[in-house]
């Protein structure tokens, strides 16, 4: 992904948190899934009941939390009573709780009671979120009301060893109460975590074979997926989850992404604000044994510029399709959705894709394409793709110009109305000379053909998936997506933990690729705490998301320019090579990056590593 400086997160005013994660002034918070192997139950919300005065909750004003007549409790005398004015209006209650690790099971539950003056059976006018960090959990409305108080429980599991908000944010209208009132707040840990013997990571060798058919707009496409698997782990696998990325762009009571009638396993809870689907398997699945599970899937594109939503007629699909998550020595890994960055981590798969769609709409998509004539009106677009870690397509009436580089790639442009012909033949341009360029440093591009996607309300500046890239008329941008394909796609990595593994690294092969030495870059770094490291998650980029470009992007490439002036540029030259080599398809670590750069010099790299603030 590539920020532009005007970058600007899109958030709905109805699903305000108090705030993300709570990290300031100390290190990078552990990714949601490592877990300790012992589990000391607990329960971790204080002052629940509301019964012993307000501490430690905040609220956004002092008769949230009231015993005042008009409202009663569920227990004792007290109780937070949100909203009810009658007119626009915002209330907040929250507090900060500290999740243990070392437990399977985090349970939020609270009792809550709605009453509204709001007649409508149809349109949530009123509405009450329920958030920690910077995930929604839930959203409740006037649409909700009930007589009495109903307990509500939600999975917060994958937030384990962090420190998090927890927040309550209610808002209505202009006219007509809507009363959210809560009570008896519980926050519940138990079961103890047994990661797998080893740190193998698995479900392995993934295949997805998916067949959808649009609507006439390319808005809404429905059918089927089926995803075949091979457990390489030594302890069994008797559960997967799929990641339903884009569920993050809508609520859970209104899902953008819907699995039903699930073949091969029992479908379970979501968790996660509703990304992460547990499928339970009939039988524990031994090391070699492979599995497939099937289900019925929905995509509703939401409007918007977005990598996942549609500017006008033109629909961008992004991390749209169910994926596996990965699981490994650390347990399960299902961190929640950033908009700062990415969140995506998967394991390298071979992609089948039919999409049945009309004539109208040229689609875009990763792996090679086939168009064959459809029904009346339709033509069927079948994708192929191997060894890649997701899948993506868009959907439009789009102006297509085609070439090929030099060295035999072929590369399609994709441009929205708006693109002049004379931007979209210099993006083609682009394409030819930076996909050749990478290949050169790195190893030759294996996907085949080459897709961008150009619009310039893209508020993101430019995403990457494999074989297919979304970007604004940019020669920088364009070059930093391509540059993608290696360092995410080729080379994985798991972009939420160590965002600096693919994001840096291309930002580097962009310099080179466009006749740039990073010459003194590093000069101007200036840190804005102790905690702020190269090497730092997405949640602590999230509690932080004003510095994340500069440190990720900026000083992350000023760093691997520096290191290619300790090694000399041969060596540095062929220490990537080789990295990229080594871990082709595959995954990689900071700590293997750090061994690899250690094993091509003489020099001890520690002090390097300490002065950069490169972890791991």
């Known amino acids: 992904m590539r920020p532009t400086p005007h970058k600007a ?5 109805l699903v305000v948190a ?11 918070a552990a990714a949601p899934q490592a877990k300790a192997a012992a589990c000391t ?5 204080a002052n629940g009941g509301f019964e012993s005065g307000t501490s430690p909750w905040s609220q956004s004003q002092t008769s949230v939390i009231t015993s005042r007549t008009g409202q009663s409790a569920h227990g004792g005398t007290t109780f937070a009573w949100l909203n009810g004015v009658g007119s626009t209006h915002t209330d907040t209650l929250s507090q900060s709780v500290t999740i243990p690790s070392g437990c399977s099971t985090a349970t939020l539950t609270f ?8 007649t409508t059976s149809s349109i949530a006018y009123d509405k009450l979120t329920a958030k920690i960090g910077s995930t929604t959990l839930a959203t409740y409305s006037n649409l909700n009301k009930n007589t009495g108080y109903l307990q509500k429980s939600l999975d917060v599991s994958a937030f384990a060893g962090q420190t998090v908000n927890l927040a309550f944010t209610g808002t209505e209208d202009s006219s007509l109460q809507t009363s959210f009132v809560i009570d008896d707040v519980a926050l519940n840990t138990s079961g103890d975590t047994t990661p797998p013997g080893d740190s193998t990571r698995t479900p392995a060798s993934p295949s997805y074979t998916v067949n959808l058919s649009s609507n006439t707009s390319g808005t809404v496409w429905t059918g089927h997926e089926s995803a075949t698997f091979t457990n390489a782990s030594a302890t069994a696998l008797s559960e997967v989850y799929l990641r339903l990325w884009d569920n993050y762009h809508g609520t859970c009571s209104a899902m953008p992404i819907t699995v039903t009638n699930v073949t091969g396993g029992t479908a379970g809870s979501l968790s996660v604000g509703c990304t992460a689907l547990q499928i339970a398997l009939p039988t524990p699945l031994a090391q070699g044994q492979s599995a497939t ?30 994926v596996l998550a990965v699981k490994d020595g650390s347990g399960w890994h299902l961190d929640p959705y950033t908009n700062n960055g990415e969140s995506f981590y998967s394991l390298a ?74 931007d979209a033949q210099s993006m083609l341009s682009t394409a030819k000379s930076a996909v050749d360029a990478h290949a050169a440093r790195f190893g030759a591009y294996p996907y085949g053909e080459l897709d961008a996607v150009i619009d310039n309300n893209y508020w993101f500046g430019g995403m990457e998936y494999p074989g297919f890239v979304l970007d604004l008329v940019s020669t920088t941008a364009l070059t930093h997506e391509i540059g993608h394909q290696w360092f995410y796609g080729i080379v994985g990595d798991d972009e939420y933990t160590s965002p600096w593994l693919d994001e840096s690294f291309t930002d580097y092969a962009t310099d080179l690729a466009l006749n740039k030495t990073g010459s003194g870059c590093w000069n101007s770094v200036s840190w804005a705490s102790s905690a702020e490291k190269i090497t730092n998650s997405m949640a602590y980029w999230d509690a932080h998301s004003s510095r994340y470009s500069t440190v990720v992007y900026g000083y992350g490439k000023c760093a691997l320019h520096d290191l290619r002036r300790v090694l000399g540029d041969t060596a540095m030259a062929k220490l990537l090579k080789d990295y990229a080599t080594s871990h082709w398809y595959g995954v990689s670590t900071t700590a293997e990056f750090k061994a690899a750069a250690q094993a091509a010099t003489t020099t001890d790299l520690t002090s390097f590593w300490t002065q950069h603030r490169i972890d791991g």
């Open 111 to 118: 009792w809550l009671h709605i009453d509204t003056a709001e």
């Open 18 to 28: 108090l705030a993300g994660f709570s990290l300031p002034g100390t290190a990078a």
């Open 293 to 322: 599970i099937g289900f019925d899937l929905g995509i509703t594109v939401p409007s918007g510029a977005d990598r996942f939503g549609h500017d006008g007629a033109f629909n961008n699909i992004g991390n749209a399709l169910p």
């Open 349 to 422: 798969a071979d992609f089948k894709v039919t999409l049945d769609h009309p004539n109208s709409l040229l689609v875009p998509a990763t792996g090679t394409s086939v168009d064959t004539p459809g029904s009346s009106g339709r033509t069927v677009t079948t994708a192929t793709a191997s060894k890649v870690r997701d899948f993506a397509w868009a959907a439009g009436p789009f102006t297509k110009i085609s070439g090929t580089s030099p060295a035999g790639t072929a590369i399609n442009i994709y441009s929205v109305s708006g693109i002049s012909s004379s």
């Open 9 to 13: 997160l899109a958030a709905s005013a």
């Open 41 to 45: 139950p607990a329960q971790v919300v």
